[in-house]
């Protein structure tokens, strides 16, 4: 049974709705069922259902060696995962339909994939690969390399596939053709910035896309970036290297087409289609957070960031709206399901439900980590 811990938020009752203690520490962002169920992956090797109380519904065993992530789901509720070794697809009810053998790459322990109607592209072992959605047969595969950052593809309305390798971005079309990479060929560097002998564009987040397909994305070096659709770069904010900032977390984008990303010194920033900065927040101690997910916002307009042991709810404008405490820091991106129950898994390997203000995600291009409850990482 999940368990109501009663931890109380100051100035009312607690939110929590239930927490549930699994085997191990959560691998991949929750994603939600048709019907409000829960689906997500364990360290050790297991993918687990749980219901709306957080009852567990069903589990399934992979090798206890092997780490599934990169968790999403189809229309029908048929469930998606990637490891080092495999792909694999189950049902709603926790049945295997497929898996597909991968060339193994010990080295990654995150995988990153999206996910159309027929077509699941996904890293799988030492490749980038293209797998049909029926029966994991292999379509086609491109070689993708060990890289430091694991960062997920994502999909654009042109069927465009954007997959970030660390020091370039690549495109390649549905059948896994070339479209352009970044940098392009005879592409001059930047002057360094002051205090750097070396200033290449390292990126470390994910990919939030804007309602134009205007790519948003991080840099370890400090830098947050806007591309084209078409790999142009449009325009860097410079958040200061020196001072520790990188961007690991995806962004999101809400509906007035606000950019919202968080850095590894804990500040919350906004940016307008522009690059203009419209302002920016720090909600934690950088010394007490060791991962950074992915932002939420909510119909409200309401910011759910998770930072140094607790969840901190911002306004559109950056105001603190109210936090709560955490025991622990969290591992992944969380999800906020439409009733407005937010599904955070933290490092002493337990799930939370967090009741918010919000009535599910906002209507925006890209209002979470991979967009939506499927982490599809689709735009459309």
Sequence with gaps: MAENPGV????????????????????????????GSIYTTIFSGAIYALDRSGDVRWTYHIDLNDIPSALMRDAEDNLYFSTTKKVFSLSKSGQKRWETECAPQSARIEQGAAL????????????????????????????YPFIQYNTAPIVLRSGAIVVPQDWSLTAVDRNGNSLWNFPPPRYIEPRPRPGLTV??????????????????????????SCFSSQGVLNWTYNAGPLRGAQFDASPVITSDGTIIAISTEVSVYAFTRAGDLRWSVRVGDPAKSMVQ?????????????????????????????????LPSDAVTSPTLAPDGTLYIATDDKTLYAVQTTSKGLMNSAWP?????????GSSF
């Design 368 to 376: 979470k980590y991979q967009r939506d409850l499927w982490n599809s």
């Design 116 to 143: 159309t109607r027929d077509v699941l592209y996904t890293t799988c072992g030492k490749n980038f690969a293209a797998l049909a959605t029926t029966d994991g047969r292999e379509l086609w595969k491109l070689p």
């Design 293 to 325: 997910p992915s932002p939420v916002v909510g119909s409200d307009r309401a910011i759910y960031v998770l930072a140094a042991g607790k969840l901190v709810a911002l306004s559109a404008a950056g105001t603190n709206l109210w936090e709560l405490p």
């Design 199 to 224: 200033d290449r564009m390292l990126f470390s987040s994910g990919i939030a896309v804007g309602s134009d397909e205007s790519l948003y994305l991080g840099s370890g070096e400090g830098e947050f």
């Design 8 to 35: 109380p938020l100051v100035g009312g009752n607690s939110p929590i709705k239930w927490k549930q203690i699994l085997p191990d520490k959560v691998t991949s962002s929750p994603v939600i069922g048709n019907d």
